[in-house]
Structures are given as C-alpha cells and as structure tokens.
C-alpha cells in the first residue's frame, strides 16, 4: 500500500485548508483511514479517523473544526481544516491499518502564522 498526501502549507490563523491523501495497492479501498500529525518537539498524535463504513471520530483538539472524508471512487482521504490556530502547526501524515500493519504517508507540512 502507498499513501501518497498533498495540500499543507502556510495559512493565516482562522483560515483553512484541504489535506488530501490518496492510497494504492492491495487493501487500499477496503480499510479506513485516518490523520496524525506531529508537531516540532512532540510527539506524534491521532488528529482524524475514518472507517471503510464511514464512521468519523476526531480529537478534541480539533472537533468542529476538521473533517475528515473520502472519495471512494479515488481512494482517497480528505481532512478539510477550518479556523485553524497556531497549535494546528505540524507535519500531518496520513496512516492506514491494514492486518495491523501500519502504512504512512510521506507527511505535508501545515504551518498557521498568527
């Protein structure tokens, strides 16, 4: 499986973007999906995760602000990141379990001056 993400860049707080992540390979349409990111200095954490049946849970941290969704037809996971605040700065990667092997997305940086 290969999980190919684009979209990060630089955004004024209160202002948003649209992560996109599209998968391939063995597996790919048959498994949910999901969002981390990680922050300079931290460690890296679960922002999104959406199941193959379409269910979605979000950190606190960004409830009512992200969504995640899928393009089923394409493969591929959105997270649409609205109002979105210094503390949203990190690398976000892009992760799907398949047989508890995990598989990440190369990462895309956001970066939300104040």
């Known amino acids: 499986v290969q999980l190919q993400a684009s979209g990060g860049g630089l955004v004024q707080a209160g202002g948003s973007l649209r992560l996109s992540c599209a998968a391939s390979g063995s597996g790919a349409s048959r498994n949910g999906m999901g969002w981390y990111r990680q922050a300079p200095g931290k460690q890296r954490e679960w922002v999104a995760t959406?199941?193959?049946?379409?269910?979605?849970a979000y950190a606190d941290s960004v409830k009512g602000r992200f969504a995640i969704s899928r393009d089923n037809a394409k493969n591929t996971v959105y997270l649409q990141m609205n109002r979105l605040i210094p503390e949203d700065t990190a690398v976000y990667y892009c992760?799907?379990?398949?047989?508890?092997?995990?598989?990440w997305g190369q990462g895309t940086q956001v970066t939300v001056s104040s």
């Open positions: 992760n799907m379990v398949i047989k508890n092997n995990n598989y």
């Open positions: 959406r199941t193959i049946g379409g269910a979605t």
